[in-house]
């Protein structure tokens, strides 16, 4: 079992509509949640992090953590044509100053006019 | 603020051949990390440069050597080049003790025939 575990979709939706990803994971030392955006033949650009377990809401992005579940999710509302890329969760341990992560195969997004 | 800069972009070199990756990381970040992202899969954590030194390293063989410069930037070497090493390289930065930020460069597009 991977240690982190996210469905590659593909996922596709129309313009404006809410849009949930997922991952789950098995680690229970995992404390840093991290949500990262990634177009096609670029680097990763983080987009939501969060510590422990909770809720954070930036804009359109809302990030959530239950860690008893062992699952985070993101939901974007209001999905435009530009949000089509691949999101990637990222998670990393509270392990003194390395800070490894570890990261999911990532959900392709396409959001259609 | 300068942002995360990769070079080259791109690489092709043969099996059995060495490559040399450069990492310059954002300003005012002390910590930089190495990543390797095959197509389709999500990055997987090479090792980690913090002080000059190694700090933390993934499951990869010691033919895969880095350095990091007192002004930060970084190099990723690889060593008996291999047909399975052709992948993106990302070179990420951070800041020690402010938890798990990362924040990506473009990447360097790897090709090994």
């Known amino acids: 079992q991977k240690e982190v575990e996210q469905d590659p979709g593909p996922l596709s939706v129309p313009e404006g509509a809410i849009v949930s990803l997922n991952c789950t994971y098995s680690n229970s030392a995992f404390q840093y949640f991290m949500w990262y955006r990634q177009y096609s033949r670029k680097g990763p650009e983080l987009l939501m992090y969060?510590?422990s377990s909770g809720n954070k809401e930036d804009g359109r992005f809302t990030a959530q953590v239950d860690k008893s579940s062992k699952y985070i999710s993101l939901f974007i509302r209001d999905s435009q044509p530009s949000d089509s890329a691949t999101y990637l969760c990222a998670m990393g341990e509270n392990a003194g100053n390395n800070r490894k992560l570890i990261w999911g195969l990532g959900t392709s997004l396409a959001v259609n006019p | 603020e300068t942002g995360v800069t990769q070079s080259p972009t791109h690489l092709i070199k043969t099996r059995g051949q060495q490559v040399t990756l450069r990492c310059s990381s954002q300003?005012?970040?002390?910590?930089v990390s190495w990543y390797q992202q095959a197509l389709g899969q999500g990055p997987q954590f090479i090792f980690q440069?913090?002080?000059?030194?190694?700090?933390g390293r993934g499951n990869f063989p010691p033919r895969f050597s880095g350095l990091q410069f007192p002004n930060y930037s970084s190099e990723l070497n690889v060593n008996a080049l291999e047909l399975d090493d052709s992948a993106l390289y990302l070179c990420?930065?951070?800041?020690?003790?402010?938890?798990?930020?990362?924040?990506f460069g473009p990447g360097t597009r790897l090709t090994v025939t």
């Open positions: 990420a930065s951070s800041m020690a003790g402010t938890g798990y930020e990362q924040y």
């Open positions: 300003s005012g970040h002390n910590t």
């Open positions: 440069y913090y002080r000059e030194e190694e700090n």
């Open positions: 969060t510590y």
